[in-house]
């Protein structure tokens, strides 16, 4: 893949306008919920954080996979076959950081980068959320990031966890 998805929490505002328009794309509604990308808003803490799909090397949630519905595409996106899903749930119990999930059929989605066009990127104003070439700097931020793995919790828990040990690095 020659671009990729970063997160910088120290630039994001938590104003969410990532979450409406993914949610706007993927599902057709303001809703959120359903976004591929998640926000950790810290209010009293003046912190937010995004939780984005790392498309991890050796995805677990594609190990995890047992329809095999989860694969690389050319750009080396981790994507879900929905036609493939069969709705059990291991992948969302896989991921450490809580970025895939399951719609109300049961069937598993999670961020494919819109195709090599992310719509949050296009909406992030404070520049949180970039689509680039890896740079050094970019690189060590992901890195710092991948580090904060959760082992248990529904997505929203592991989410939050990745939320709150950001936090206290950016405090350190």
Request: some cysteine; overall charge positive; hydrophobic content about 35%.
């Amino acid at each position: 893949m020659n671009k990729m998805l970063f997160a910088d929490p120290d630039k994001c505002t938590g104003c969410n306008r990532c979450t409406y328009v993914c949610s706007a794309v993927k599902t057709g509604q303001f809703a959120p919920s359903r976004a591929h990308i998640q926000i950790n808003n810290f209010p009293h803490k003046g912190f937010a954080a995004p939780s984005i799909c790392f498309q991890c090397p050796g995805a677990p949630c594609h190990k995890a996979c047992p329809a095999n519905a989860i694969s690389r595409n050319a750009d080396d996106v981790v994507v879900v076959d929905a036609e493939k899903c069969t709705a059990c749930g291991n992948c969302v119990t896989a991921c450490p950081y809580g970025m895939i999930e399951q719609n109300e059929q049961k069937v598993a989605y999670k961020c494919d980068c819109c195709d090599g066009d992310p719509a949050c990127v296009k909406e992030c104003f404070s520049g949180a959320l970039v689509f680039q070439e890896k740079t050094p700097a970019l690189v060590k931020i992901k890195g710092l990031q991948m580090k904060q793995r959760a082992t248990e919790g529904l997505p929203a828990e592991k989410r939050h966890q990745l939320g709150k040990a950001l936090l206290l690095l950016s405090r350190d």
